[in-house]
């Protein structure tokens, strides 16, 4: 469960490779553009911050192409569909 994953990732940092992690799907109503845009923010803050996006959906191309477009395809990584991604 979720809980036990930020309890788990609160103790040893060093075995989680992302800061944020969004999973949900890429859709108009789940505006994961908006995350994209305020991730760029927090990158010119601190540069090693890292993003996982988990999902799928109709706006999987345009989040890819703003990612790449804004620079930060070492910062956001989009997993696409998982099934059980926290396990």
Same mark, same amino acid.
């Given at each position: 469960?979720? &809980?036990?994953?930020? /309890?788990?990732?609160?103790?040893?940092?060093?075995? *989680?490779?992302?800061? %944020?992690? *969004? %999973?949900? $799907? @890429?859709?108009?109503?789940?505006?994961?553009? $908006?995350?994209?845009? %305020? /991730?760029?923010? +927090?990158?010119?803050?601190? !540069?090693?911050?890292?993003? !996982?996006? +988990?999902?799928?959906?109709? @706006?999987?191309?345009?989040? $890819?192409?703003?990612? $790449? &477009? /804004?620079?930060?395809?070492?910062?956001?990584? %989009? /997993?696409?569909?998982?099934?059980?991604?926290?396990?």
């Amino acid at each position: 469960d979720v &809980s036990s994953t930020l /309890l788990k990732s609160s103790k040893d940092k060093s075995q *989680y490779n992302y800061d %944020i992690c *969004y %999973i949900g $799907r @890429l859709t108009h109503q789940k505006n994961p553009q $908006r995350l994209v845009k %305020i /991730l760029y923010e +927090v990158v010119k803050q601190k !540069a090693n911050v890292k993003c !996982a996006i +988990v999902g799928d959906g109709v @706006l999987k191309e345009e989040v $890819r192409d703003m990612v $790449r &477009s /804004l620079g930060i395809e070492e910062n956001i990584q %989009i /997993l696409g569909f998982k099934n059980n991604p926290l396990k």
